[in-house]
Nanobody, 120 residues
Framework: QVQLVESGGGLVQPGGSLRLSCAAS????????MNWYRQAPGKERELVAG????????NYADAVKGRFTISRDNTKKTLYLQMNSLKPEDTAVYYC?????????????WGKGTLVTVSS
């Protein structure tokens, strides 16, 4: 059974930090690119950060560059998102995503999300 379970969300003051985790099970994580998405109230889901499967290359949305860091530990089957210098506009539900494309077949797995609220 495939599962992605996010944790680490919560309420934090502007300028604070949080570390999100995503525990994966039921599939071979090493073969998948991993991403963090977020969805704020009334807005569409957007890609926050991604990390490739083999080279662990990373990419970030412009809004979080220099503040967020994505990483993965395949031995622990866990994805992380370190979020620093948080702003109220970072408030959203954050979702973990695993993606793989092979033989023209695209596979996407999603977690249920964890809420991050940035407020004083």
């Amino acid at each position: 059974q495939v599962q992605l379970v996010e944790s680490g969300g919560g309420l934090v003051q502007p300028g604070g930090s949080l570390r999100l985790s995503c525990a994966a099970s039921g599939f071979y994580l090493d073969n998948y690119a991993m991403n963090w998405y977020r969805q704020a109230p009334g807005k569409e889901r957007e890609l926050v950060a991604g990390i490739t499967s083999v080279s662990a290359s990373t990419n970030y949305a412009d809004a979080v560059k220099g503040r967020f860091t994505i990483s993965r530990d395949n031995t622990k089957k866990t994805l992380y998102l370190q979020m620093n210098s948080l702003k109220p506009e970072d408030t959203a539900v954050y979702y973990c995503n695993a993606f793989r494309s092979f033989n023209a077949v695209k596979v996407n797995y999603w977690g249920k999300g964890t809420l991050v609220t940035v407020s004083s």
